[in-house]
């Protein structure tokens, strides 16, 4: 499977297109990070268990988005998109959603 | 004699300790800046001759054999005086200078981890590079649980399908 967020995969051609593919998660950040980032609020800087969280969380997004283009028999997926919002206190959405080609 | 005790109490507790907190917040605040933009200009510099462009298209001199999508992200908090000079700020408006450098390093942050990302499978470029930046809630709905913002790059990298093909 090749993901690009671009319109094509470099250097390969497209030959079919089977629509758009998504894929989401929704995350709770836990309450032990939750009290090392309330420390780190006072200080500023990177509050690296939210990173981690985070893109753990869009590579999941991003994992089932290519189990949806999988299962459409599609070999790549293009101009692949993310989006992130935060739906209630403390918990996030992570989106992935792009295209489901077949290249050669 | 013990009330004029508790009087000064009440003040160190209601003035002392929020003043002390923000000269904390200031001078390790600053530290930790300093430190990671060092190490960010040091970064840059080592990834200078690493080809990174927003273009959506390939540059016709280059050829590609394989690509991938890369991405790096940082999640960062505000810290407590930033926030403080902020609102003090909010009262008149204006340019919030406390908060821009801490924005910049994020997302510079982030750039140099997606670079990594691509460096680390043996990808030669990055094309198509975007940057997105999202604001997490607060844990708690007073308003003051913890809050962050976080900073994304993503991109498509690619190997070039010849060592020297960006050489001519």
């Given at each position: 499977?090749?993901?690009?967020?671009?319109?094509?995969?470099?250097?390969?051609?497209?030959?079919?297109?089977?629509?758009?593919?998504?894929?989401?998660?929704?995350?709770?950040?836990?309450?032990?990070?939750?009290?090392?980032?309330?420390l780190?609020?006072?200080?500023?800087?990177?509050?690296?268990g939210?990173?981690?969280?985070?893109?753990?969380?869009?590579?999941?997004?991003?994992?089932?988005?290519?189990?949806?283009?999988?299962?459409?028999?599609?070999?790549?997926?293009?101009?692949?998109?993310?989006?992130?919002?935060?739906?209630?206190?403390?918990a996030?959405?992570?989106f992935?959603?792009?295209?489901a080609?077949?290249?050669? | 004699?013990?009330?004029?005790?508790?009087?000064?109490?009440?003040?160190?507790?209601?003035?002392?300790?929020?003043?002390?907190?923000?000269?904390?917040?200031?001078?390790?605040?600053t530290?930790?800046?300093?430190?990671?933009?060092?190490?960010?200009?040091?970064?840059?510099?080592e990834?200078?001759?690493?080809?990174?462009?927003?273009?959506?298209?390939m540059?016709?001199?280059?050829?590609?054999?394989?690509?991938?999508?890369?991405?790096?992200?940082?999640?960062?908090?505000?810290?407590?005086?930033?926030?403080?000079?902020?609102?003090?700020?909010?009262?008149?408006?204006?340019?919030?200078?406390?908060?821009?450098?801490?924005?910049?390093?994020?997302?510079?942050?982030?750039?140099?981890?997606?670079?990594e990302?691509?460096?680390?499978?043996?990808?030669?470029?990055?094309?198509?590079?975007?940057?997105?930046?999202?604001?997490?809630?607060?844990?708690?709905?007073?308003?003051?649980?913890t809050?962050?913002?976080e900073?994304?790059?993503?991109?498509?990298?690619?190997?070039?399908?010849?060592?020297?093909?960006?050489?001519?």
């Open positions: 499977m090749e993901i690009s967020n671009t319109e094509s995969i470099p250097g390969r051609n497209i030959v079919q297109f089977y629509g758009v593919v998504t894929g989401n998660t929704v995350r709770a950040k836990h309450i032990g990070r939750d009290i090392m980032a309330g780190k609020n006072i200080v500023g800087g990177e509050l690296a939210y990173t981690e969280l985070l893109q753990d969380s869009r590579n999941e997004a991003t994992q089932r988005m290519i189990q949806q283009a999988e299962s459409m028999g599609a070999n790549a997926v293009v101009n692949v998109r993310f989006a992130t919002s935060s739906i209630s206190q403390g996030a959405e992570l992935a959603y792009g295209t080609v077949r290249v050669e | 004699m013990e009330s004029t005790f508790y009087q000064v109490l009440e003040l160190v507790l209601n003035f002392g300790l929020p003043f002390l907190l923000l000269l904390v917040a200031y001078i390790v605040g530290m930790l800046e300093k430190g990671h933009f060092r190490s960010i200009r040091k970064r840059e510099s990834y200078a001759t690493f080809p990174v462009v927003t273009f959506d298209t540059p016709d001199d280059w050829s590609a054999s394989s690509s991938t999508l890369v991405s790096g992200s940082v999640v960062i908090s505000l810290d407590y005086f930033k926030r403080v000079i902020a609102g003090l700020r909010a009262i008149v408006g204006g340019r919030i200078k406390t908060y821009e450098p801490l924005l910049e390093r994020a997302r510079r942050e982030a750039m140099l981890r997606m670079i990302d691509a460096r680390r499978d043996g990808y030669d470029a990055i094309f198509n590079v975007r940057l997105e930046t999202s604001r997490l809630a607060n844990s708690r709905r007073d308003g003051k649980g809050a962050g913002v900073m994304l790059a993503f991109g498509t990298a690619v190997k070039f399908a010849s060592r020297f093909a960006r050489a001519q």
